[in-house]
């Protein structure tokens, strides 16, 4: 079922999703959107996200970058932290040019 419903949705996104043009408030566009969770959760749970988030995609709504989110269990990478204003090359092994001497 997943495979059919991945088939539509690429179809759509390529037949049909080029007729509107830019109208989705969020990004990704709702057809990407849908496309993704239906990939990453199944045919199931990534048509319920992609049916929430039709509901949620109307004039009056803010918009703005809404992902899919990740699997249930599984292990999401967390950002690098920012160097501190202290870090210099030595500290990271980086190798140290010296003038003079």
Do not use: F, N
Request: charged share 15%; glycine share 8%.
């Amino acid at each position: 079922m997943k495979h059919v419903l991945v088939l539509l949705l690429r179809a759509y996104r390529l037949l049909i999703s080029p007729l509107y043009g830019q109208v989705c408030r969020y990004y990704p566009s709702c057809s990407a959107y849908a496309l993704e969770a239906v990939q990453v959760h199944g045919s199931v749970r990534g048509s319920w996200l992609a049916v929430r988030r039709l509901a949620r995609c109307h004039p009056w709504a803010a918009g703005g970058v809404d992902k899919v989110p990740p699997r249930r269990g599984s292990v999401v990478a967390e950002p690098a932290a920012p160097l501190s204003p202290d870090h210099d090359a030595v500290s990271c092994g980086a190798p140290t040019h010296h003038q003079g001497a």
